[in-house]
Every structure is written in structure tokens, then in C-alpha cells.
T-cell receptor, first 110, second 113 residues
């Protein structure tokens, strides 16, 4: 069974304090790994898609990386507006549907 | 402003009521999805429609009934719900079923009393 876990469950950072969020997955064959950001009271917003080990994507203060077992979302010098829940999802190569992880709730304090 | 619009944003209903959630997308996408998001649990896929045809029904209780009258609209009809059905219900769309980068709506926060 395909599984996605994320750690930590919650993370509190000071503004400017860089850190990383982890997404570990178990899937027989990976078609793609996706990162989303979700603000309170809103739906998830698409951030990145990664397809193969070694791939990296960047957007402003965020950088996503992928290995054969996990993905990291690195946040460099975060700002309070980066506070949100970050969701990871995987898509297996034998199907169309996504499996989502439970998310990491990030709080960045000024 | 997201290209996927959900109404209502909030809904409180009794266990004997019947209500419907509405989702509309203006992106020209061919696939639409209903997800359930409960506190501290991963998003759960409920239904998938591709080209207006239901292609996935993830063992969802019959008290939830989806409808897709055309490629731009998706409904979730609710009847005789239970308190444990209280959750955020999210609609999403993608260019094709399984396509990358879902666009989500803002959700309907449902409370069953």
C-alpha cells in the first residue's frame, strides 16, 4: 500500500531561521511527488512537482529536493508569511490518484 | 482568485437534513475531484470525474452522492449525515485525470449537528 508520512507534525521557527520539512514515501513506482501549501480556511495551493531522484525545484525561499525514499522542502530565511501547512503527495506510476501526507504545520514568528 | 469556486463556504446541517455542495471551475479542465479533509488526517479522495464520467468512488458511504452535469460543475449531495462527517470538503480540478498540479477550491466547512 502506498504511504506518505511527513515530519515534523509542527514546526515553529524564528524569522530568518532556515530549516527543512521531510516527506517520506513508500510507493512501488513513483510517477511524481507534489508539494502544496495550505493556508487556514483555504484549499491547498500547488508549489512543485518532482519526478526523479536528484531533481530540485526552487521558488523564492523554498527549494524542494527528491531522493528515492523521501523529499525535503528547504525553507531559507523564512518570513512570517511563509506560515502555513505544507502538504506532500505522491502519484504511483500504475495509477492516476494521489496519496497525500498529513502535512507539516509551519509557524514563522517575527 | 482561484479558478475553482466552492459554495457555500460554511454549512451547518442537522443529521436529517439534505443539502448540496457546489463546485465550479473556469479552467477548462477535464477532471474534477472531491476530497475530505479532517483534522490531523491526510486528504481523503472521495470521488473522481473525468470527462463528466465518474471513474473513482473510494468506498464512500451512500449518504454522499456526487453529480457532474457538465465538465465545469460538480456537486456533492448530502443526506442523513453523521457528526463524524464534519470536515472540510475540497473540490479540485486538473487538466486530465492524474494530471500534475491540481487546482483546489477554498472548500466548504461542514458541521453536522
Amino acid at each position: 500500500e502506498d504511504q506518505v508520512t511527513q515530519s515534523p507534525e509542527a514546526l515553529r521557527l524564528q524569522e530568518g531561521e532556515s530549516s527543512s520539512l521531510n516527506c517520506s514515501y513508500t510507493v512501488s513506482g513513483l510517477r511524481g511527488l507534489f508539494w502544496y501549501r495550505q493556508d487556514p480556511g483555504k484549499g491547498p495551493e500547488f508549489l512543485f512537482t518532482l519526478y526523479s531522484a536528484g531533481e530540485e525545484k526552487e521558488k523564492e525561499r523554498l527549494k524542494a529536493t527528491l531522493t528515492k525514499k523521501e523529499s525535503f522542502l528547504h525553507i531559507t530565511a523564512p518570513k512570517p508569511e511563509d506560515s502555513a501547512t505544507y502538504l506532500c503527495a505522491v502519484q504511483a506510476d500504475y495509477g492516476q490518484n494521489f496519496v497525500f501526507g498529513p502535512g507539516t504545520r509551519l509557524s514563522v514568528l517575527p | 482568485e482561484t479558478g475553482v469556486t466552492q459554495t457555500p463556504r460554511h454549512l451547518v446541517m442537522g443529521m436529517t437534513n439534505k443539502k448540496s455542495l457546489k463546485c465550479e471551475q473556469h479552467l477548462g479542465h477535464n477532471a474534477m475531484y472531491w476530497y475530505k479533509q479532517s483534522a490531523k488526517k491526510p486528504l481523503e479522495l472521495m470521488f473522481v470525474y473525468s470527462l463528466e464520467e465518474r471513474v473513482e468512488n473510494n468506498s464512500v458511504p451512500s449518504r454522499f452522492s456526487p453529480e457532474c452535469p457538465n465538465s465545469s460543475h460538480l456537486f456533492l449531495h448530502l443526506h442523513t449525515l453523521q457528526p463524524e462527517d464534519s470536515a472540510l470538503y475540497l473540490c479540485a480540478s486538473s487538466q486530465d485525470w492524474g494530471g500534475a498540479g491540481y487546482t483546489f477550491g477554498s472548500g466548504t466547512r461542514l458541521t453536522v449537528v
